[in-house]
């Protein structure tokens, strides 16, 4: 397991963690690497970065939106994978999560997708499209968990418990909870559902549990808080901001600012 994480969550402040996601080198590496400084400094815990793909199953129209802009740009892993060692030469607190899809590591390959992350900063990988049957994803964690590294396990509404207790027997770092069915940005989450599903979770395992899907504002993160969980996950809310305020020169500013009404509640 990464110790950066666990350092993190073991820390008793922020009470629950606000682990954020961003499109890496959207809408520029630039821009992304100034919208990622102003998210640190105004208190993400955990960076998920998301390398880019054209098959991104899992994302609704807001991120999928942002991935084409990234690959239309002529953008690739490597390119994140610099964004990464610039963000941990900036701080060296923050979680940082590669997140994305299985092709893009075994293209790369795995073996050098790991040592090249772990020499950027990272602290653990989540494959959206990997399940634990899968021949690579076994590659991948036994690569990761030799560098001290974490691999992210996603657990659905739709997980039935035979299932969980696999997923969390292998998880590290700390457990995406989702908390609704279906592509990112779309639904919202119910309090009662997601403190429901923590509780089932917690019946099996005590690693961190982070929610995520379905929250779109500071007062949907301070409900799901109240869940049970050790830390909420924005993403689309997040991106949708950076794309509706793309012309703004003061974007980073603007956007930190939105970033700290969030942290605010979670306090």
Same mark, same amino acid.
């Given at each position: 397991?990464?110790?950066?994480?666990?350092?993190?969550?073991?820390?008793?402040?922020?009470k629950?963690?606000?682990?954020?996601?961003?499109?890496?080198?959207?809408?520029?590496?630039?821009?992304?690497?100034?919208?990622?400084?102003?998210?640190?400094?105004?208190?993400?815990?955990?960076?998920?970065i998301?390398?880019?793909?054209?098959?991104?199953?899992?994302?609704?129209?807001?991120?999928?939106?942002?991935?084409?802009?990234?690959?239309?740009?002529?953008? /690739?892993?490597?390119?994140? *994978? &610099? %964004?990464?060692?610039?963000?941990? =030469?900036? $701080?060296?607190?923050v979680? #940082? @999560?590669?997140?994305?899809?299985?092709?893009?590591?075994?293209?790369?390959?795995?073996?050098?997708?790991?040592?090249?992350?772990?020499?950027?900063?990272?602290?653990?990988?989540?494959?959206?499209?990997?399940?634990?049957?899968?021949?690579?994803?076994?590659?991948?964690?036994?690569?990761?968990?030799? /560098?001290?590294l974490?691999? *992210? &396990? %996603?657990?659905?509404?739709?997980t =039935?418990? $035979?299932?969980?207790?696999? #997923? @969390?027997?292998?998880?590290?770092?700390?457990?995406?909870?989702?908390?609704?069915?279906?592509?990112?940005?779309?639904?919202?989450?119910?309090?009662?559902?997601v403190?429901?599903?923590?509780?089932?979770?917690?019946?099996?395992?005590?690693?961190?549990?982070?929610?995520?899907?379905?929250?779109?504002?500071?007062?949907?993160?301070?409900?799901?808080?109240?869940?049970?969980?050790?830390?909420?996950?924005?993403?689309?809310?997040? @991106?949708?901001?950076?794309?509706?305020?793309?012309?703004?020169?003061?974007?980073?500013?603007?956007?930190?600012?939105?970033v700290?009404?969030?942290?605010?509640?979670?306090?």
């Amino acid at each position: 397991m990464s110790e950066r994480l666990d350092k993190i969550f073991k820390s008793p402040t922020p009470k629950t963690k606000l682990v954020s996601y961003f499109v890496g080198c959207y809408p520029t590496p630039e821009i992304s690497l100034e919208l990622i400084k102003q998210a640190i400094d105004n208190g993400v815990s955990i960076l998920e970065i998301g390398y880019c793909t054209s098959e991104a199953s899992a994302e609704g129209p807001i991120i999928k939106a942002a991935h084409d802009h990234v690959l239309n740009n002529g953008h /690739n892993l490597n390119d994140i *994978i &610099k %964004l990464v060692k610039d963000i941990r =030469d900036y $701080n060296q607190d923050v979680g #940082i @999560v590669l997140m994305g899809y299985i092709a893009n590591l075994y293209k790369y390959p795995i073996s050098n997708f790991v040592d090249d992350i772990k020499v950027a900063g990272a602290d653990a990988v989540l494959v959206v499209d990997a399940p634990h049957e899968l021949k690579e994803e076994n590659q991948l964690r036994e690569a990761l968990n030799k /560098n001290g590294l974490s691999l *992210i &396990k %996603l657990a659905a509404p739709t997980t =039935d418990d $035979n299932r969980l207790k696999d #997923i @969390v027997n292998i998880a590290s770092g700390f457990l995406y909870q989702v908390n609704v069915s279906g592509v990112t940005g779309v639904k919202s989450a119910s309090e009662t559902d997601v403190a429901n599903f923590v509780k089932r979770i917690r019946n099996l395992t005590d690693i961190p549990i982070c929610s995520g899907f379905g929250i779109k504002s500071p007062e949907d993160a301070k409900k799901m808080a109240n869940s049970g969980c050790n830390g909420v996950i924005v993403g689309s809310a997040f @991106v949708k901001y950076i794309q509706d305020n793309i012309k703004n020169k003061n974007l980073p500013q603007s956007l930190g600012n939105l970033v700290k009404n969030f942290t605010e509640e979670l306090n």
